[in-house]
């Protein structure tokens, strides 16, 4: 057991090593570096820098140096929490991300858990009336969900809630909680609010989970213990429930670590056209802006968040596998 | 002492099984009648795909879904004021429920496949004992370990803890055992319960149900292909063929003078330890047909050696009536006659 | 040697052929199969099929709505389209055009309309529908017209082109990639596979579509509409490749312990040729089955960075594009003719969906 929750701590920090890498290989991308981009910023703005500050100010952040120093000197401020100072913004990357960050991840776990309680019930119902009409309606909906991309939903959803509803759907507050300091009601505006993206972001991924939980049932179902299950005498829905679906339930939580990563991305896009105060249109502003600290600041925020997301899907699935627990393998 | 031949106390008459495939339907079980009586072995023998499992499976109604007894009944208790037909009853019904493990007791092959992964030994054990008489959670733990006791299973107190994949094939079939025994049930019916396992575990696996079906005076029902394990466990056998009870007979008189072609060429192709070396093996000719391409007439004729052309391509011989040795042969009637 | 690798070319073809026939039973995947079959010939004709010039601009027919074509009229078979006519907006006093009933423009199969090159060879100016007298501003608005007034109908069909073959490029490469890397793994083992599997690992618990933005943005604005074709491409497939090395390593581990690989080795043929002459044949059917589930999700990555304006840009025309028009709700109040675009890929994602799932059972019945 020590040796898989080792096994899988290892792989979340060479995870977040290598998005690392990543990260600072995009905020390096864009040509020129970043005193040049401040430079052109400042003289957009009318300042000036002269040659010796803009010498000084590549020395202070290492740019003259080796790239694999720059990077070690870039993550060292990283691990301080140190992100850099926005471009667009003038002001520290942190301070311009400020909730977005945790909006966005409420947003993606209210999708995480929307997505369970979709396809669990939906799968279940799929395997045991196979071929049930119930079933095909169930496949139908799942091929329709995995094949309207996200954001297209979203679309769809503003244009008839803003034609026959003359609504604005959007936005993860209303307008008078907007910039308001927290509070529970704050709270609770959001809590009304999230149930909309969520189930937008969750609707792919429910599709795809109805199927996985379907195809692992209905092979749980056929094994012999299900009929030492029935010949004890137990109700029907009980030995479905108690069994099968118990053991359909391990890898249909193991896929959970594929479908968070899934959510996050979904959640950029779909905050785009809902225009939700997470961090996906700041994103887009940064990258548009070549804001690269703030978009590689969040970049690497969101996998990291991420990476934190399946490992403790990872420790859940280790948790309620007893052969997993019990002998670090499956 | 009564004589048991006279009061069974489960009896299958004409039982008539059918599974519905793409390409049709498929008669798996045709006209079985059979006899449990209470402190006796029956064995039922035949290769693979003779139907086998699907009688035990159609006398506790837990047919795959695809599968529908469509003739014949499987009495319980008959001749007694409380018989019961088990082809009548609801299909989830609570009455068809408490007969499960309560009344008849199933063992299976796959001692691995037939265990849940998720559940400790203790937690599958006790509920299985609680779903017909709860004698509350203490109780039936204490039961369970009692049980495993019983099975034979060493240091039963830390194994009711175990989950089934910590325990050797052999003590997994122990509690496979336990927990067909859970409920105390006065019928047992075991599956192939010895193929899965080595042949020292065999052994030691049959020893035990031999002895707690003797203990316990419970009737038995042991489906195998193994005539050696036929020959060591069995006080009656039913041979079957192709869905079909081809020849009964007590034990002794079946392997002394078998009736019907296929026992006899069965018992041929046991392996003899008298034999010459070099001796082949004496196999059966042809294979057993696919359930779908079921013969005309007799389903053995095809591969039998006896087979007289004209009759037993037509027409089927009469099953076996129940209760007393004979076999389902025209050789067999016109012997008789 | 001759002798054996007939048998294998032999085995692989009846392999193919079984797989080929157990699909046909699939309906709803062999439907799917004749529909990407029209996407792609859609493609390949697609200035045939367009009526209008997808690049033509002109701000008077902006957002003119879906147009019919009218096959009778009051002498009987007369295709023809209305024309437009000038109004004063009595509110505003701008100048604004609406469909005149009285105007009637006839239509003709083989028209002649804007001048393309066909399979980029012919220069050919024949459509197969259009006005017999071409016009400036009046035309044919099957599906009407976007702001700057070009037509919907022709630019969907023209951007059939690019999103299709970009997903098509993009799953060339992940297979590339993973029958590479998915082979080298599956074939050697040991702290390769380790290695390959915890990149594989790594990259899919990455979250995808920061990646790409923060990847695509930095492509520079100066590159033209071919180099950010392909540095897309490249991007998509950086990361599309892991499921198909999945597939590949997955068979290769299943194949390593069959007879007929065991039997190539001890005759002492090389690992390249074992590789490519016995392995590869006998999983086609799984890779072209991965392959056709992994196309659709390049096709939603590329219209996602697209919608975003973060893929390729205009005068590109992709089906992300086009829906990047439909990004404002208030547009989308006006002309919601615009989410239009978005059908064709609904459609196209689940061909290609159902012809995966037919493939993958016809491939492998019983996995």
């Known amino acids: 057991m020590l040796m898989y929750i080792g096994r899988r701590l290892s792989l979340a920090l060479l995870t977040c090593v290598a998005i690392s890498i990543l990260t600072f290989i995009i905020i390096r991308l864009p040509p020129g570096d970043f005193v040049d981009a401040y430079i052109a910023n400042l003289a957009a703005s009318g300042g000036t820098v002269t040659a010796e500050q803009a010498q000084s100010m590549r020395h202070e952040y290492g740019l003259d140096r080796p790239v694999y120093i720059q990077y070690a000197l870039w993550i060292s401020r990283v691990v301080q929490g140190d992100f850099g100072v926005s471009m667009m913004w003038r002001r520290p990357v942190t301070e311009v991300i400020g909730d977005r960050l945790w909006l966005t991840m409420v947003v993606s776990f209210a999708a995480l858990f929307l997505t369970w309680t979709i396809a669990l019930p939906i799968g279940i119902y799929s395997a045991v009336r196979q071929y049930s009409i119930g079933d095909y309606i169930a496949t139908m909906l799942g091929f329709i969900g995995l094949a309207v991309p996200n954001f297209l939903l979203a679309l769809i959803l503003m244009y008839f809630g803003f034609r026959y509803l003359g609504l604005s759907v959007g936005g993860l507050f209303s307008a008078e909680y907007a910039q308001a300091p927290w509070g529970w009601d704050k709270v609770w505006d959001l809590a009304k609010h999230v149930p909309l993206p969520a189930a937008v972001l969750a609707l792919a991924g429910s599709a795809h989970q109805i199927r996985i939980m379907r195809a692992n049932l209905l092979d749980e179902l056929r094994k012999p213990y299900v009929i030492t299950a029935r010949a004890k005498g137990i109700p029907e829905l009980r030995v479905i429930m108690k069994y099968p679906v118990r053991a359909a339930l391990n890898p249909f939580a193991s896929s959970i670590a594929y479908v968070f990563p899934y959510l996050v991305s979904g959640s950029i896009i779909v905050s785009l056209v809902l225009g939700l105060p ?24 969101l996998g990291i968040m991420t990476v934190v997301g399946t490992l403790i899907s990872d420790l859940l699935l280790m948790w309620i596998e007893p052969r997993l627990r019990l002998t670090g393998r499956s | 002492m009564v004589d048991p031949m006279n009061h069974p106390i489960v009896s299958v008459r004409d039982l008539a099984v059918e599974f519905r495939q793409h390409t049709g339907t498929v008669r798996a079980l045709e006209a079985v009648s059979l006899d449990l009586h209470p402190g006796r072995v029956l064995g039922i023998v035949g290769e693979s795909g003779c139907g086998k499992s699907v009688t035990a499976r159609a006398m506790l109604r837990i047919l795959d879904r695809n599968g529908s007894i469509v003739a014949g009944k499987v009495t319980l208790d008959p001749g007694t004021s409380h018989e019961q037909d088990l082809t009548a009853l609801a299909p989830e019904g609570s009455e068809i429920r408490s007969v499960r493990g309560g009344r008849i007791g199933l063992i299976f092959q796959e001692p691995m496949a037939a265990l849940s992964m998720q ?81 020292t575990t ?67 192709s046991v392996p003899d330890l008298d034999a010459k070396p070099r001796q082949r093996l004496a196999t059966i000719g042809g294979a057993v047909p696919q359930p779908g391409a079921r013969p005309s007439g007799c389903p053995f004729h095809p591969r039998c050696p006896d087979a007289m052309p004209g009759r037993c391509d037509t027409k089927a011989p009469a099953p076996v009536a129940p209760g007393a040795a004979g076999a389902a042969c025209f050789l067999v009637e016109d012997a008789a006659a | ?22 699909f046909k039973r699939h309906k709803l995947a062999f439907i799917s199969l004749f529909i990407v079959a029209l996407f792609y010939s859609v493609a390949i004709f697609a200035d045939f099929l367009a009526i209008n010039d997808p690049h033509a601009v002109d701000a008077r027919r902006g957002y003119l709505p879906p147009q019919a074509i009218h096959f009778f009229d009051d002498s009987g078979f007369n295709p023809h389209v209305n024309g437009m006519k000038g109004q004063r907006d009595m509110k505003t006093f701008k100048q604004v055009y609406v469909p005149d009933p009285n105007k009637k423009l006839p239509v003709t199969l083989f028209a002649h309309g804007y001048r393309y090159e066909l399979f980029g060879l012919f220069s050919t100016d024949i459509h197969l ?27 969907i069909l023209v951007a059939t082109r690019i999103s299709l073959s970009i997903g098509l490029v ?41 990646l790409w933005m923060g990847l695509a943005a930095a492509l520079p604005n100066t590159w033209s509409v071919i180099q950010v074709y392909f540095a897309i491409t490249i991007i998509i497939s950086l990361i599309g490749w892991t499921e198909l090395a999945r597939v590949v390593r997955g068979r290769f581990l299943a194949l390593r312990e069959e007879d007929f690989v065991i039997a190539a080795e001890l005759v002492g043929a090389s690992q390249l040729r074992i590789m490519l002459r016995h392995m590869l044949p006998s999983f086609t059917s799984h890779v072209i089955a991965a392959v056709s589930l992994a196309l659709p999700a390049m096709i939603i990555s590329e219209t996602s960075l697209s919608f975003l304006g973060l893929g390729l840009r205009p005068p590109a025309i992709s089906w992300g594009i086009l829906l990047q028009d ?36 016809a491939a492998d019945p019983y996995g």
């Open chain 1, 278 to 301: 997470t961090v996906g249109p700041l994103l887009l502003q940064a990258l548009v802006a070549q804001d690269m600290f703030l978009a590689g600041t969040i970049v690497l925020l």
């Open chain 2, 119 to 199: 559940y400790t030994v203790g937690n599958q054990l006790m509920e299985a004992i609680r779903v017909h008489r709860d004698p509350g959670k203490e109780k039936a733990r204490e039961r369970a370990i009692a049980l495993l006791n019983e099975v034979g299973i060493p240091r039963p107190e830390t194994r009711v803890d175990a989950y089934p994949f910590q325990l050797s094939g052999g003590l997994r079939q122990r509690v496979g055992i336990a927990l067909a025994l859970a409920a105390e049930p006065d019928v047992l019916i075991a599956d192939e319960p010895t193929t899965a396992l080595d042949v």
């Open chain 2, 202 to 268: 065999q052994a030691q696996i049959l020893a035990l149900l031999r002895r707690l079906q003797r203990d316990k005076q419970i009737a038995l029902m042991l489906i195998t292909h193994d005539m050696g394990v036929i020959a060591q466990m069995a006080d009656d056998v039913a041979v079957m063929y192709l869905g079909r009870v081809i020849e009964f007979a007590p034990v002794r008189e079946l392997f002394r003078a078998p009736r019907h072609p296929y026992t006899k060429a069965l018992l041929r």
């Open chain 3, 1 to 22: 040697m001759s002798g054996s690798l007939a048998d294998d070319k032999l085995a692989s073809a009846g392999q193919l052929r079984l797989t080929w026939l157990r």
């Open chain 3, 129 to 155: 529908i259009g006005l017999s007298t071409p016009q400036t501003l009046d035309g044919i608005y099957l599906l009407g017209t976007d702001a700057l007034g070009r037509d919907l109908f022709s630019r």
């Open chain 3, 170 to 210: 993009s799953v060339g490469l992940s297979l590339v990639l993973g029958i590479l890397l998915g082979g080298i793994s599956g074939l050697y083992g040991g702290l390769v596979d380790l290695f390959v599997q915890r990149v594989i690992e790594v990259i899919r618990s990455i979250p995808t579509i920061p």
């Open chain 3, 326 to 361: 439909a990004q404002n709700v208030q547009v989308l109040a006006g002309a919601p003719w615009l989410l239009l675009a978005a059908v064709p890929v609904v459609v196209v994602i689940l061909a290609f969906n159902f012809l995966g799932d037919g493939l993958r059972d």
